[in-house]
């Protein structure tokens, strides 16, 4: 059976890239600060920045959870979805 696949959503994968980003960052800065910067004004502003990274990771888990369970929803609404389905062969190839 092959039917064909939706086009990527680019804004999801720009997003993903850039809390990847982020979280690279907010680790690397946090690790090799110098501690006469803390209490400066963007050292703040980055900070408040970098609490919303760990959130953006996983409202993008759930948006795209999301988006698999309505593609499943679909094909099984459809008549195209099956336990035995040659594309959810997870064993080694």
């Known amino acids: ?6 086009p990527r959503l680019i804004w999801i994968d720009l ?6 980003i982020g979280m690279i960052e907010t680790h690397v800065i ?5 501690a006469r910067f803390d209490g400066s004004r963007w050292l703040h502003e980055l900070m ?7 959130p953006m990771f996983l409202w993008i888990a759930g948006y795209a959870q999301g988006l698999a369970i309505q593609k ?8 195209q979805f099956s ?4 594309s959810l062969d ?4």
């Not at 946090?30 to 110098?34: E, P, R």
């Not at 997870?90 to 190839?93: E, K, N, R, T, V």
């Open 1 to 6: 059976m092959s039917s064909a696949s939706a």
């Open 15 to 20: 997003l993903r890239g850039l809390a990847v």
């Open 30 to 34: 946090n690790a090799v600060l110098d």
């Open 48 to 54: 408040s920045f970098d609490g919303l990274i760990a």
């Open 72 to 79: 499943a929803l679909n094909r099984l609404a459809l008549g």
């Open 83 to 86: 336990f035995h389905d040659d």
């Open 90 to 93: 997870f064993s080694a190839a």
